[in-house]
């Protein structure tokens, strides 16, 4: 994450969001508040974190340069743990929203279709990176997703995402980028169009180690 941020220019950073504990999430916390100390830092298990954090919440919400920032779950009192505490982040501008809902499964999923009003085209991050337990049909039929983005590991170990949820994606005509394919996928959320994508970044540059 360091290199990343440096190579995009970052000097601070206002917030941390560490969705829930798992090592995939939390692993390069210590990495990057030792970059930019000083940052405060939230998360949806802070007894779990590698990092002092507070607690995120159903309800925090904030703005920032016309940007709105609502966190959808954990609901409070928080006393669920795992998967299904992650922070749920919605994040609306005036041409698009990008929801990021961590690792949370089908089981939570009706409470964040519900939560969410209807409004400016979605980008979803996958849920739970396309595992089986996530991506339940009535949630991305409720969405209904301009597209969507899987965060995967080449070859993992979990076979992310299953192949049972691409086919769900592509029957209901959502495209899906894996970024395993993709490279990093940035995206434009211009005011006054609906979100798109700028580069895939793997595409862009096949043999991205010779960048400098």
Not at 89 to 100: A, E, K, Y
Not at 128 to 137: C, E
Not at 149 to 178: E, F, K, Q
Request: proline share 10%; aromatic share 6%; with cysteine.
């Amino acid at each position: 994450m360091v290199p990343a941020l440096h190579a995009l220019g970052v000097t601070r950073l206002d917030d941390l969001i560490i969705s829930h504990g798992d090592n995939d999430h939390a692993g390069g916390a210590v990495a990057v508040l030792a970059a930019y100390p000083g940052t405060p830092a939230w998360g949806g298990e802070p007894a779990r974190g590698p990092v002092p954090m507070r607690q995120c919440h159903a309800g925090r919400h904030w703005q920032w340069d016309g940007v709105d920032f609502r966190m959808l779950r954990p609901p409070v009192p928080v006393t669920i743990e795992g998967n299904d505490a992650g922070c749920v982040l919605l994040v609306t501008g005036s041409g698009g929203r990008l929801l990021l809902p961590a690792d949370t499964s089908s089981k939570v999923e009706p409470g964040i279709a519900r939560a969410i009003p209807s409004g400016a085209p979605l980008v979803l991050i996958v849920p739970h990176h396309g595992s089986k337990t996530s991506s339940s049909r009535a949630y991305l039929e409720a969405l209904r997703p301009r597209f969507a983005i899987a965060s995967t590991g080449y070859l993992n170990g979990y076979h992310h995402p299953a192949p049972t949820i691409v086919a769900r994606y592509a029957d209901l005509g959502i495209p899906l980028l894996n970024t395993p394919t993709t490279g990093a996928v940035r995206i434009a959320f211009p005011a006054d169009a609906p979100p798109r994508i700028v580069s895939r970044e793997r595409l862009r540059q096949w043999h991205y180690w010779r960048e400098h």
